[in-house]
């Protein structure tokens, strides 16, 4: 062990004092050997014994991450080599220009990186003779009793985030909602898991930068420990070989939900130019009717609502190439085109669904069939993608979403991911992945009746768990009702075209409904913005309530909703979270019984009152 030490550090000074940072500019700094790897800001703190690391945030312990990977030696202390400086733009996400600052330490094939919002590490094996990649035994203590939130296993990483104690608690669906069981069943959960492991003091799950040759990862617990397990991946290698990043974000319930160490950790863009790259608000074809995109006429109604609501896209989902009314796919494009829509049309992935699945199917699949669809696209005018119906997690999918993604974007597409896995970053290196599904979402009052009373709370904890990591397309804002009623509010669901963040932001519900609305909310929506510069978290209890504000150039969007069945007063204290200029004018959006209560103001009022399953939305006007 000691020789090894010698050799690793031996490496590192080779390496020099002229560290580079992973992504920027050249800096200085001697590499060290320490007993422990600490945050900038000194509150993280990391210690190795053995094979476990210990993590503390505050002095307080915070977890235990057993190590361990075949062909991999650790050294008993870490290795300090170099800072690590992120300072990069997206063109989606929570904001648009992204910094962090931490270190980079060794600890032999254990790379680690820590920041003042968490941390990350991953293992580095190099010099494979043509081998599978060898097996991983990461695995991360949650002990009994400790408060979580956590996803049960499904490959579209669709279900709910119940709040648990125990890794016995099953979410057991029922007619109408959901009950935790003790039947103790569940082996296998899904990321992000959020998890409380001191009082107001919390751990967020994840992993980051899934590139080729790799799978992604899932949790199996065995009693307390829970195993990060990759998905099936036969490649074989020769030469070097890393895992993704391991990835727990630390800290205060603010600090995890304005936190980008995803993307952070994540290569940046190779596209030189992109222009062409706009996101934006959306008509989406689908909910209402609870089926595909086949009818002329409807896909008329969508176009006329986005043009009628100033909406840059229309979405033309599933079975577009059986067009009724005599008309074809290339009719509708023309249509959208001649009222100034542009439009996005659906693929089937055809890994997944095939058989008795929506088409189009099998026309993505090969490289030159792939190239010849995507030109076609191009050349019609249609503006981005949406593929659906995956596999899970298994390092084909994650090549194959890849592979999707170099070719959209040399033909100028947008893309769309349904059906798929989280995302792990790919944001930041293909900047024209707009959105990923990934979440139980509205789509889910079609499917079942437990939505229905499951929503309101469910949407009170993804801000805390799913959308954290990522854009998520949720389809938002429904008004009216699909298959199954829903008992959220108005304001509520117009508060989670602001709480929820996604590139491509799908409006789900039908057009009668969205051109009945006040002129007052119709305007709210054509001047929605689907990326921020900013966001803050204000407050929030998980799953009960949440207050979180979004900037966009001088204007802000504050959404708040309530979780619980129970009316509420809440207290909006703005001032203490974010700089406000001179205020032109607020306009407030809230629930008056069954009717619209839309105010103004010349500044910000201090309370809402937020009835059942209710919200507010507030427009911040500034000089």
Same mark, same amino acid.
């Given at each position: ?31 060290? &050997? ?125 279900? =709910? ?134 009818? #002329? ?15 840059? #896209?229309?979405? &033309? ?11 074809? &796919? ?99 290196? #293909? ?67 602001? =709480? ?36 803050? =978290? ?86």
């Amino acid at each position: 062990m000691i020789k090894y030490l010698g050799i690793a550090l031996m490496s590192v000074l080779s390496f020099g004092i002229n560290a580079k940072t992973n992504h920027t500019n050249h800096v200085t700094q001697v590499s060290q &050997i320490t007993n422990q790897a600490i945050s900038p800001d000194g509150k993280i703190k990391v210690s190795v014994e053995g094979h476990s690391l210990k993590v503390s945030y505050c002095k307080r312990h915070m977890m235990d991450i057993q190590i361990g990977m075949d062909k991999a030696e650790f050294t008993p202390s870490f290795v300090a080599t170099k800072p690590i400086v992120e300072d990069y733009k997206m063109l989606t996400g929570k904001k648009s220009h992204c910094t962090n600052q931490g270190t980079e330490y060794q600890l032999g094939n254990l790379q680690l990186r820590l920041f003042n919002d968490g941390l990350a590490f991953r293992y580095v094996i190099n010099g494979l003779q043509n081998e599978k990649v060898p097996k991983e035994y990461t695995s991360y203590r949650i002990p009994e009793g400790m408060k979580r939130w956590m996803m049960e296993w499904t490959d579209a990483y669709e279900s =709910l985030y119940p709040e648990m104690t125990s890794h016995k608690m099953k979410p057991k669906r029922l007619f109408q909602g959901i009950e935790l069981t003790t039947d103790g069943n569940v082996k296998r959960w899904g990321y992000p898991a959020l998890l409380e492991p001191q009082k107001d003091c919390y751990v967020l799950i994840s992993e980051a930068n899934i590139e080729r040759n790799q799978s992604a990862s899932c949790l199996y617990n065995e009693g307390e420990q829970f195993k990060v397990t990759p998905a099936e991946n036969d490649v074989k290698i020769h030469g070097n070989w890393h895992t993704p990043w391991r990835v727990l974000m630390i800290g205060k319930k603010e600090k995890l939900v304005e936190s980008t160490l995803i993307t952070d950790l994540s290569e940046p863009s190779k596209i030189k130019d992109t222009s062409w790259i706009n996101p934006g608000v959306v008509s989406w074809i689908y909910w209402a009717y609870n089926h595909g995109s086949n009818d #002329y006429a409807i896909i008329q109604k969508y176009v006329d609502m986005a043009k009628a609501l100033q909406l840059p #896209y229309v979405l &033309i989902d599933a079975e577009w190439d059986q067009m009724k009314n005599g008309k074809t &796919i290339e009719d509708a494009i023309r249509y959208a085109h001649e009222k100034g829509v542009k439009p996005m049309i659906w693929y089937n992935s055809s890994v997944g669904w095939t058989n008795g699945a929506p088409t189009p199917l099998f026309r993505l699949n090969k490289p030159e069939d792939r190239e010849k669809e995507f030109a076609w696209c191009e050349k019609l005018g249609i503006a981005g993608v949406k593929i659906d119906f995956f596999s899970g997690d298994n390092q084909m999918n994650m090549e194959y979403c890849i592979d999707l993604l170099e070719c959209a974007a040399r033909h100028h597409l947008l893309v769309n991911f349904h059906g798929a896995t989280i995302p792990r970053g790919w944001q930041r290196t #293909y900047p024209n992945l707009m959105s990923t599904e990934a979440v139980y979402g509205a789509e889910w009052y079609n499917n079942v009746p437990t939505f229905t009373h499951e929503a309101a709370c469910h949407n009170a904890t993804l801000p805390f768990t799913r959308n954290i990591i990522g854009s998520m397309d949720y389809t938002p804002c429904a008004f009216s009702n699909s298959q199954h009623p829903h008992i959220t509010t108005n304001a509520h669901e117009l508060a989670l075209t602001v =709480l929820f963040e996604s590139g491509l932001q799908h409006l789900a519900d039908k057009p009668e409904s969205y051109l009945t609305q006040p002129q007052e909310v119709q305007s709210f929506l054509s001047q929605l913005p689907s990326t921020w510069d900013e966001t803050k =978290l204000i407050k929030g209890d998980i799953g009960k309530n949440v207050i979180i504000a979004r900037r966009k150039g001088k204007t802000w969007f504050v959404a708040g909703i309530n979780g619980t069945d129970q009316n509420c007063i809440v207290k909006c204290c703005l001032n203490q979270k974010i700089k406000l200029s001179s205020i032109q004018e607020v306009t407030v959006f809230e629930d008056n019984s069954k009717e619209w209560k839309i105010s103004k103001y010349k500044k910000i009022p201090s309370t809402f009152h937020e009835w059942p399953n209710g919200g507010f939305v507030m427009v911040i006007q500034q000089g």
